[in-house]
């Protein structure tokens, strides 16, 4: 797995909720951070982060994948453990248990109403 971090014109969090067609824009993959997930067959596919979060002692990533022209068509989110190497790179872990995984799916999306409020009330996202 490979990391690409970019300057951000926008919070990763923002595409949970974005009703922009990001794609049209050329300088997509510019304006969100991603980061490239390699598959158990060796493809490569890239996500943008919506977001890092704490639930409990342990921190969980949640991943929008994106097809070849930066969309996501299929509205499906992936969500990891995650955590970092001494060195610092992002380390992904799939969630095995299913009690973990529901109180993980619960909070994120509690995160992406407290999104969705802050955005209809106009309050700037965190």
Sequence with gaps: MSEENVNAGCA????????????SN???????N??????DDDTELTCAILTVFPVESK????????????????G???IYAFSR???????????????EYAKVAEA????????????EEGAPLE
């Design 76 to 78: 499906d989110v992936y």
């Design 26 to 32: 050329p300088n997509y993959n510019q304006s969100h």
């Design 34 to 39: 991603t980061i490239t997930l390699t598959l």
């Design 85 to 99: 190497t001494e060195s610092g790179d992002p380390m992904l872990a799939n969630i095995e248990d299913d009690e």
């Design 108 to 119: 994120f999306d509690t995160i992406l109403v407290n999104a969705k409020k802050a955005e």
């Design 12 to 23: 990763p969090s923002d595409c949970a909720h974005c009703s922009s067609n990001c794609s």
């Design 59 to 74: 921190e969980y990533i949640a991943l929008l994948p994106l097809d070849e022209n930066g969309k996501n068509e299929s």
